[in-house]
């Protein structure tokens, strides 16, 4: 697995403990920084993971500002990305199980870096249930075509 990390100002430090949780768990990542902690506009950093993730280029994607909610937003806006807002370990299970997120989303200034490890190990060790499932996902992703 090769996963696409990136946060704006405010997610900084968690994407450095993320970082670290991803080369514990000797997983491939790519990191799109910011490499400063000065201020940064979360759509520049949450599109270019998008993409990658849409192109195949990586095969899921981490975002991190201050609440979760701009990453979020912006990687929405790219077709065929479903990013999942998560600060809990049972909804990083069910996003992946339910609806095969390819993005997670993360908040800073919402939670630690203790729980952020254990919704990220969560998240990438659970796999997309399909059944059921795979036809409400492919019914959310209709949606973009019209």
């Known amino acids: 697995m090769k996963v696409a990390i990136s ?13 670290n949780l991803l080369t514990e768990l000797d997983i491939e990542y790519i990191d799109y920084g910011p490499d400063a902690d000065t201020s940064v ?8 993971v998008a993409n990658d993730v849409v ?3 990586v095969d899921r994607g981490i975002l991190i500002c201050g609440t979760g909610i701009g990453m979020s937003i912006s990687a929405n806006k790219v077709k065929g990305i479903r990013c999942a807002l998560v600060h809990d370990v049972f909804s990083a299970k069910a996003t992946r199980g339910h609806n095969d997120s390819n993005i997670l989303a993360m908040g800073e200034r919402v939670i630690g870096p203790g729980l952020a490890r254990e919704i990220v190990s969560t998240w990438l060790e659970t796999e997309f249930e399909g ?5 409400r996902i492919n019914k959310m992703m209709e949606l973009e075509k019209n």
Do not use: C, F, M, Q
């Open 7 to 19: 946060s704006d100002h405010g997610g900084n430090n968690l994407r450095k403990e993320i970082t």
């Open 41 to 48: 506009d979360y759509p520049d950093y949450a599109v270019p």
């Open 55 to 57: 192109a195949g280029k």
């Open 131 to 135: 059944g059921r499932h795979e036809r």
